[in-house]
């Protein structure tokens, strides 16, 4: 077979999320700072990227009714701009330690195996009384999906998948 190029080059977007000062690990820096706000968060992003990345770009102005975006992100469907607003809280996620200990105890066993490496009270084996425990179990709502992600990338990267593009596509 013959490589055909279908112009979809999607690797300067994967550089802006992955790379080591990349959105997900600005993100996540940005999370481990009590002061961070999210205007510094923005100030970060613009500083590292804007007219760095050819996919990092200012966005359109917003309609009426439309939140301001803070940056836009070309992506092979087209632009889309994004706000930032409670980006840094909603990343910190945290789960009630009694809440992932309940679960990992649950008898239905999903539950069970989805919360099985999650850090909670009865699994971490430390004491309550230092705050080093509880920030070093700290898990970021990017980290773990960059966890995720890194899982995925190995199990697809381990198998052998054969592509089928469709010829005639229905209309």
């Given at each position: ?82 706000n930032l607003s409670g980006w840094l809280e909603k990343n ?11 679960l990992k105890k649950s008898s239905n066993e999903l539950c ?60």
């Amino acid at each position: 077979w013959v490589f055909v190029d279908f112009g979809m080059d999607l690797q300067a977007c994967i550089e802006l999320f992955e790379k080591k000062m990349g959105l997900l690990s600005i993100l996540e820096e940005e999370s481990m700072f009590p002061k961070a706000t999210d205007k510094s968060f923005t100030e970060k992003l613009n500083a590292t990227h804007l007219g760095k990345s050819p996919v990092f770009i200012k966005p359109k102005p917003p309609k009426a009714g439309i939140p301001e975006a803070h940056f836009a992100i070309v992506h092979y469907a087209g632009t889309v701009s994004y706000n930032l607003s409670g980006w840094l809280e909603k990343n910190k996620d945290p789960l009630n330690d009694t809440v992932v200990d309940q679960l990992k105890k649950s008898s239905n066993e999903l539950c069970v195996v989805a919360f099985a490496d999650h850090p909670g009270q009865s699994g971490s084996g430390e004491s309550k009384g230092g705050r080093g425990a509880k920030s070093g179990s700290f898990k970021t709502v990017s980290s773990a999906y960059r966890d995720q992600l890194n899982n995925l990338m190995r199990t697809l990267n381990s198998t052998h998948p054969h592509f089928i593009r469709c010829i005639v596509p229905n209309e």
